[in-house]
């Protein structure tokens, strides 16, 4: 057995891993993190093809202000490490042929935007972002940054005259004033990245609305994948170390239950502290049954958020009519999410996104062709079989050229597919899902599962399963506050 005293050990390298490695060091922590894979980032990873790039996981850069918080409580800023661009537009959304919205860069002229589509919803609008901008404030700056330990938490002045905004849904406040079907959609549509439905989702979760509108689309130069490259660097700078193919296949604990030591490869290696950034349920299948928290039946009845089929495709020329982030509203929202939270299956008129880096970035392709990621949100757990994923592939790319007016099909040059089975195979991710649990009421905050264990001392948690939820700010913050608690219980 190796030992080593005051170490803690962090098992995945997923953000909310990164960011609690680099603030455990800062405590003085003798920091190790064990990712399974050949590469650090999680969901973050590169897929590399014959000059092309893509993100495999995250390609939306929102709520700078949370990087740019994260890097400087290590004295540092965003730029000392990647270099980052404001989208302009910041995306453009489909709902049939020709016919489309592209959203600019900045409230004012999106404000002209809404007014083109439904005289008078401008006035609306503003009404509505000056509320999503409120609640920004309080739930960004201050509560996410809470450990959800009692629902205490949640009880200030500020939220107390917003506590109707918690029984009432993110769709019956777009839907009160706005009429225009194609103006709710995109208002609606920054809650997918809350992992949950708009008729389920709280409305005092509009503060989405304000990162999306008001702080805007960025990319970092390079893809997401520099903003991991600018954490491990970050984290290599105080120390921490990194072991990838490390595949950790048991928790063992001594007679008081604390977590003593960990196997990775076969190898027994002791530990002070264990925390894990890896999936919340597969973690505690490490440990025997005595010791974990929550049961197969708790698991089974949480509402997850969408896991996703992805494809990753080069093209030979460039694509026309589509802008570096592009959304297909074509189909019915309401249909497709019933096919998620309702009846697991796959839609039959999916909803899906395509992601152009290359237009912004030409990093991300060769000269003269294009780097597409495309993904449509799917129901975890479901069947996931090769001829599935080509049926589906067929689909999407129908009506990419119906609605963009262009053939694209004889430009292919590869594609590269991952679905659930991947996301289980690859990130032990609970039933394939993709983003964590849903931020619902009955999930929110000190609802979710816990940051320490109840049933193991020195054992904690962070991530996407955990507080504060699903995306890739929160999971910077996770990172923040499960190293916080640890500095607190542990004194």
């Not at 039933?431 to 009421?441: D, E, F, P, R």
């Amino acid at each position: 057995m190796i030992k080593q005293k005051n170490k803690i050990s962090i098992i995945g390298s997923g953000f909310s891993s990164l960011s609690a490695a680099c603030y455990m060091a800062k405590y003085g922590y003798d920091v190790t993190v064990y990712e399974k894979n050949s590469t650090v980032g999680g969901r973050a990873r590169q897929y590399l093809n014959d000059g092309f790039t893509f993100d495999i996981g995250p390609t939306w850069y929102w709520m700078p202000d949370v990087f740019e918080k994260f890097f400087a409580d290590f004295g540092k800023k965003p730029s000392d490490y990647y270099e980052l661009h404001k989208l302009s537009p910041a995306y453009e959304v489909y709902f049939g042929e020709q016919d489309s919205i592209t959203i600019p860069d900045n409230l004012e002229a999106i404000c002209e935007v809404f007014e083109k589509e439904e005289k008078g919803s401008s006035k609306h609008l503003m009404s509505f972002m000056n509320s999503a901008k409120d609640n920004y404030d309080i739930a960004v700056k201050d509560m996410v940054y809470k450990p959800g330990v009692s629902a205490l938490e949640l009880v200030t002045p500020k939220t107390a005259v917003r506590v109707n905004q918690f029984f009432s849904t993110i769709r019956q406040q777009v839907r009160k004033k706005i009429k225009s079907k194609k103006l709710i959609q995109i208002l609606e549509f920054p809650v997918l990245f809350l992992g949950a439905k708009p008729n389920t989702t709280p409305a005092f979760y509009n503060f989405m609305n304000y990162a999306d509108f008001s702080l805007g689309t960025w990319h970092p130069k390079g893809g997401m994948y520099k903003v991991i490259e600018g954490m491990v660097s970050l984290a290599q700078e105080m120390g921490v170390n990194f072991v990838t193919e490390a595949n950790v296949s048991k928790i063992n604990l001594d007679e008081k239950n604390n977590v003593k030591s960990i196997d990775v490869n076969g190898e027994e290696i002791e530990t002070s502290l264990l925390l894990s950034g890896a999936d919340y349920h597969h973690t505690e299948t490490l440990l025997d049954d005595k010791y974990r928290q929550y049961t197969e039946r708790y698991w089974s009845k949480k509402t997850f958020a969408p896991s996703s089929l992805l494809f990753y495709i080069g093209f030979d020329k460039k694509i026309k009519n589509v802008k570096h982030h592009t959304l297909f509203f074509d189909a019915d929202f309401d249909t497709h999410a019933v096919t998620i939270y309702d009846n697991p299956s796959w839609p039959e008129n999916p909803l899906f996104y395509a992601s152009f880096p290359s237009i912004t970035d030409d990093a991300f392709a060769p000269e003269g062709k294009e780097a597409g990621t495309f993904l449509i949100p799917l129901a975890p757990g479901i069947e996931d079989t090769e001829e599935l994923r080509e049926k589906y592939f067929n689909i999407i790319i129908e009506r990419l050229e119906k609605l963009t007016n262009q053939e694209v099909r004889s430009s292919i040059l590869f594609k590269e597919s991952y679905c659930v089975n991947d996301f289980i195979k690859d990130y032990n991710s609970y039933k394939g899902n993709a983003y964590g649990l849903a931020n619902i009421l009955t999930q929110t905050a000190f609802l979710r599962p816990k940051l320490k264990s109840k049933k193991v001392n020195n054992l904690y948690f962070t991530g996407q399963l955990t507080v504060p939820g699903p995306g890739v700010p929160p999971s910077l913050i996770s990172g923040k506050v499960a190293s916080e608690l640890i500095l607190k219980t542990r004194k």
